[in-house]
C-alpha cells in the first residue's frame, strides 16, 4: 500500500498565493510520475502539472506562468507553488503518484485524499 497526503489548501483572495504538498509513504521502492489533478464541482478531474523523478514538469495551458510544481525525491514529496491565484482555480486538488513497489517492484499508481482550494474574488 501507499499512501498520499495532502496539505497546504485554504480559502485565499484572487491575485494570493498557497503551497501544497503531498508526501508519499508505504512500500515504495520507486516513484516514476507525481502531479497535481483538480476537480471542480459540476466539472471532470483534469490535470494540473506532471513532474518526473529526473524533473521534466508539464502543466495544463490554464496555470503555466502561474503554478510550478517540484518534488524532493528523498523525501517521496512532491509540491505545488500557486501564485496569482483566479477564482477559476477554485477546486479540490488531488495528489497523484506512479511508481513500483518496494519487493515485488509490481506498478502501483495512488491517489490522495484531496484537499480545497478556495479562491474568492
Known amino acids: 500500500q501507499v499512501q498520499l497526503v495532502e496539505s497546504g489548501g485554504g480559502l485565499v483572495q484572487a491575485g494570493g498565493s498557497l503551497r501544497l504538498s503531498c508526501a508519499a509513504s508505504?512500500?515504495?521502492?520507486?516513484?516514476?510520475?507525481m502531479g497535481w489533478y483538480r476537480q471542480a464541482p459540476g466539472k471532470q478531474r483534469e490535470l494540473v502539472a506532471t513532474i518526473t523523478s529526473g524533473g521534466k514538469t508539464n502543466y495544463a495551458d490554464s496555470v503555466k506562468g502561474r503554478f510550478t510544481i517540484s518534488r524532493d525525491n528523498a523525501k517521496n514529496t512532491v509540491y505545488l507553488q500557486m501564485n496569482s491565484l483566479k477564482p477559476e482555480d477554485t477546486a479540490v486538488y488531488y495528489c497523484?503518484?506512479?511508481?513500483?513497489?518496494?519487493?515485488?517492484?509490481?506498478?502501483?499508481?495512488?491517489w490522495g485524499q484531496g484537499t480545497q482550494v478556495t479562491v474568492s474574488s
Open positions: 497523484n503518484a506512479d511508481g513500483s513497489y518496494r519487493g515485488s517492484y509490481s506498478p502501483f499508481r495512488s
Open positions: 508505504g512500500s515504495i521502492f520507486s516513484i516514476n510520475y
